[in-house]
């Protein structure tokens, strides 16, 4: 070999070992970050059996190789961006360095005939040697004269420098280096298989990760190396000496030869680098899935464990604050009867005392004040939670992850051995909806319990007022003391035994739910576990075909059942338009010729209404009247829709805190949800300050009240709108959401002083305060033609109407937390209908609840509460496991329409203020006080109106029909 070649031979020989020794520093580093983040963040001992560490510490770790080898191998992808680029691009940079071709003095054996020579060899060589031998006659004839003899030459031959040093240097060396990128490959699998069993069972490994790329593993890899180095030295240097001779074949440095044997090596090493990355990756897929699980199987029974513990407490504080003083003051009453205490004072006096004591301190308030916690819901409140917040993590599981057939990550893998399984399809499709249905049986059982402690807990108070009576009775009627004693004692033990029920309930109801939630844990733990065992992959692939094949087949038939109802529904309503056209002709024309005869209608209508509806919500359970209450939600669980309102709300806060003109006004139909929304917005929305909220309740459109409001809330003493205004311009920024801006606003003259102030200190104060405001519709549009309201805020963000599916959703969730089973009732035309009757029961369930959701939005028009109102008054039976829900029917108050259009008026100026004062609605209208008297009280008895605390509103019953009312006459 000449000095140059060996030269570059040992410059290229010193880059590959330092090449690879780098590449085996990469994985060692790799591997020890892993390593160390893993014990860094590894909790200890005494810390493993808590759920919630558990499932921070395996959330640390999935979120720290949720991007490491996420990507599934691309083999294309890999041929020239990894090794080859690199080893290439280097090599030719050397072999720059060598002359293309060199002309030498062939070798003395080059002209023998050799043992080792080939049969074609020993044929061809006498010729060279006599051509040879020939063409030197002349030169040994002139050196037979020669004084000094020459020496001889034999002839030269070509040598293709380049092409040969390619040959051994480079092509020759690639099965060696994939071998050494095979090594390299399978000690970083084993060492990522000890880390990840560290990560699970830190007590379980046979070697310690960072043992792994140790010095004897590069040793070897230097070693493998250099004997393939050494050997192709060798090689190189017999080859040498044979290039361009008879006895070198030429094809084997062809240009050709060369680039197809580069492509066939580059080919097999990139086949099995490509096979080693399916199986870290692989690995890491498996490892992330068995993270993602393992902190779910944490989460869920952390928050079994919690809601078990919460339970448990809310049973504690029962016996604490409620069931222990129930039984001390049953023992305490009971024992003033006692002989001795008798001799002191009259049984007569003892009994009106201690009868009033019972009324004071047992019924107003511990009984009340335990009926008020049992109706709270907070149990069904809890397991609703749970049940959210399980299928909401469930949401963020990953759609897919690579498994193994054969579960071996220390072997390279083909791409036919990878395929995929879907945790969350399995988990959506089966386990959650399993868990869900229990959840619900659970919630149903509590829900009917709850119900029965509400009506035992009331006995208690009755049964001790009841023996009281009894007893004073008896010793009016002339019976002994002793009498009268006996019914007393017997009374305190009846009540003593029901509390006694009471508490054996509770006790029962609370070991029942927890042993419950505990199998539930239990069993979706061991079936998360099994999720987590690889060699199950056909089995739980099958598992998920079938469930999504379930849910395909209920989906498809739900769309083909949904297009022939449209269709059907698009021709009925064709046929149907004008005959509904000549129904309504028909009851217009009769409300307008017969309106004369029926003047006392209404007080007879409305009465009877709302004696039915009153007698239809008294009769549902406590409990569920209270998940249905006309109130702002405080449980956000509850909460629906509102997607873009709270995005434009959140927009504006952004926009504010960049320093725009960002206040926001909300606009919608009273009892329409605008409090909710921003109960929800304030704890959603992330807000830097925390807000100051005002609601105004009485219409007042004095500016020195509202002075006093906001004076009040700002804990300072500010007295007029430029103290205000420099308050909040001058102090720390701020947010402040003031609701029902309508009652700084009474249609009269200089009745907008109140709310024009707020205009001025709201536009003064943009920049440092963040305003939030809401209003009513119907006052938004008075003052908008008025006054041009919008113009004051960047942000009007009206309540979008809600879907049918909104509402349906809105109210479904109110039922899932009681635990109720809905059966929606069918009519008699369904009956009748072939169609209908085609349907299996949970298709006609589909069919009646959607029909029945439409009828309700179309009529309620997306007021939350009406929706909420007319729900209960459609419910048509209650029984332990069901509800029933008859057909929504559009209530007739048709006879509003003969209203006479004073008592329109009134009804316009109370929708308008959102209630007034008999002496605002008189100011208002321009009444006198006696005619606005008499009007208030006619519409009050006819159950029109309804009074709270001096204030007149539209009742809500009638509020939707008023409405229309009002602008079919073109007054709203």
């Given amino acids: 070999m000449e000095e140059n070649q060996e030269q570059i031979a040992q410059q290229w020989h010193a880059f590959l070992q330092e090449y690879f020794q ?9 591997i020890l970050k892993h390593f160390e983040f893993i014990k860094e963040q590894k ?13 921070d510490y395996k959330q640390s770790v999935f979120e720290f190789i949720k991007n490491t080898y996420n990507v599934k191998p691309n083999l294309e992808a890999e041929d020239e961006i990894n090794v080859h680029q690199t080893l290439s691009t280097e090599f030719h940079n050397y072999l720059s360095s060598i002359p293309e071709k060199i002309n030498i003095e062939q070798r003395e054996a080059r002209f023998k005939i050799l043992k080792e020579d080939a049969f074609r060899l020993k044929l061809l060589k006498p010729y060279k040697i006599f051509a040879f031998k020939f063409s030197k006659i002349p030169f040994h004839i002139a050196n037979l004269f020669r004084k000094e003899k020459k020496k001889l030459h034999y002839w030269k031959h070509e040598v293709k420098t380049q092409a040969l040093f390619e040959r051994w240097f480079f092509n020759k060396m690639y099965s060696t280096l994939d071998e050494v990128n095979q090594d390299i490959l399978k000690e970083f699998s084993d060492a990522l298989l000890e880390v990840k069993s560290f990560e699970s069972n830190p007590d379980q490994i046979d070697n310690d990760p960072t043992s792994y790329f140790n010095e004897d593993f590069k040793k070897s890899i230097k070693l493998k190396i250099n004997e393939a180095y050494l050997k192709n030295c060798e090689q190189y240097e017999k080859e040498f000496e044979l290039v361009g001779t008879i006895e070198y074949n030429k094809k084997l440095i062809s240009e050709r030869r060369l680039e197809r044997d580069y492509r066939q090596l580059k080919k097999h090493y990139s086949k099995h680098h490509h096979n080693w990355q399916n199986t870290i990756h692989a690995l890491f897929e498996d490892w992330r899935s068995e993270l993602e699980l393992s902190a779910l199987q944490a989460y869920i029974a952390n928050n079994i464990h919690d809601l078990d513990e919460n339970i448990q407490s809310w049973k504690a ?16 009453a009971q024992a003033m009867f006692d002989q001795e205490v008798m ?28 009926q008020e916690n049992l109706s709270k819901n907070s149990i069904l409140n809890q397991m609703d939670r749970l049940e959210h917040m399980v299928s909401e993590r469930v949401e963020k599981l990953a759609t897919a992850y690579v498994v193994t ?33 229990k959840l619900e049986e659970l919630k149903s059982e509590v829900f009917t319990v709850m119900d029965e402690l509400l009506i035992k807990v009331g006995d208690i108070d009755e049964i001790v007022d009841y023996v009281l009576s009894a ?23 009846r009540a003593e035994n029901t509390t006694n029920e009471v508490e054996s309930q509770i006790n029962e109801i609370v070991e029942k739910s927890g042993e419950q939630l505990r199998e539930m844990s239990d069993e979706l733990i061991e079936e998360l576990q099994k999720l987590k065992q690889n060699d199950k992959v056909s089995a739980l692939r099958i598992r998920i075909s079938k469930a999504k094949a379930l849910h395909k087949s209920e989906a498809l038939t739900q769309k083909v059942f949904d297009y022939i109802k449209n269709y059907f529904s698009i021709a009925k309503s064709f046929f149907l338009k004008y005959y509904d056209k000549a129904l309504e002709l028909k009851t217009e024309l009769s409300k307008r010729f017969l309106s004369a005869t029926i003047v006392n209608e209404p007080n007879r209508a409305v009465s009877d209404f709302l004696n039915e509806s009153n007698q239809i919500i008294n009769g549902l359970p406590l409990i569920y009247r209270k998940l249905y ?15 873009k309102e709270i995005k434009r709300i959140s927009s504006a806060y952004a926009a504010w805190q960049e320093g725009k003109f960002a206040a926001v006004l909300l606009t919608a139909e009273k009892w329409s949800g605008m409090t909710s929304l921003i109960n929800y917005s304030v704890k959603n929305i992330k807000f830097n300050i925390i807000p100051l909220r005002i609601e105004l309740k009485i219409n007042d459109p004095e500016p020195q009240t509202l002075f006093k409001i906001l004076a009040e809330k700002l804990e300072e003493n500010l007295t007029d709108k430029e ?47 963040f305003w939030i405001g809401s209003i009513s519709i119907y006052t938004f549009n008075y003052l908008e033609k008025s006054l041009k309201m919008s113009a004051f805020f960047s942000y009007h963000i009206p309540l979008e109407p809600l879907s049918d599916d909104e509402i349906s959703k809105l109210i479904i969730k109110r039922n899932r937390i009681s635990g109720f089973k809905i059966q929606f009732e069918k009519s008699e035309k369904d009956i009748n209908d072939k169609k209908y009757n085609k349907l299996d029961e949970k298709e006609k369930q589909d069919h009646l609840k959607e029909r029945f959701f439409k009828d309700l939005n179309n009529f309620a028009k997306s007021n939350i509460s009406m929706a909420l109102m007319f729900w209960l008054l459609s419910t048509k039976k209650v029984d332990d496991q069901n509800i029933i829900i008859k057909n929504f029917k559009k209530p007739d108050f048709s006879f509003l329409s003969s209203i006479k259009m004073d008592r329109v008026f009134v009804l316009q100026a109370l929708i308008m203020h959102d209630g007034l004062f008999q002496g605002q609605l008189a100011k208002v209208l321009s009444y006198d006080i006696t005619k606005t008297k008499f009007l208030l009280i006619e519409l009050l008895e006819d159950g029109v109106l309804q009074e709270k605390e001096g204030q007149f509103f539209v009742n809500p019953i009638i509020y939707r029909n008023t409405v229309q009312l009002l602008k079919s006459r073109n007054l709203l």
């Fill in 405 to 437: 057939k054969s579960n071996q990550f220390d072997v390279p893998l083909e791409d036919n051995e990878l395929s995929t399984i879907s945790n969350y399809e399995l988990l959506s499709f089966e386990l959650i909806p399993d868990l869900n249905a």
């Fill in 43 to 55: 909790p200890s001992d005494s810390k493993i059996s808590d759920a919630k560490i558990e499932d």
């Fill in 471 to 493: 007893a004073s009775n008896s010793l009016d009627q002339d019976e002994d003391e002793q009498q009268a004693k006996s019914i007393i004692v017997d009374g305190f033990e």
């Fill in 629 to 643: 209450a006309i109130e702002p939600l405080t449980d956000m669980v509850l909460f629906e829709g509102r997607e």
């Fill in 22 to 30: 780098k590449r085996i520093q990469q994985k060692q580093e790799f």
């Fill in 343 to 370: 001799e002191l004072e009259g049984i007569t006096k003892k009994i009106t005392q201690v009868k009033y004591i019972t009324n004071k301190k047992l019924g107003q308030s511990l009984i009340q004040n335990m």
């Fill in 723 to 769: 103290s205000i205004i420099e308050f909040l311009n001058t102090g720390k920024k701020r947010i402040i959401i003031i609701e029902n801006l309508q009652k700084l606003f009474l249609r009269e003259m200089h009745g907008q002083k109140s709310l024009i102030d707020f205009i001025d200190i709201m536009t003064a104060t943009q920049k440092n305060v």
């Fill in 317 to 332: 504080k029962i016996y604490e604050h409620f069931l222990n003083d129930i039984k001390s003051y049953l023992a305490e």
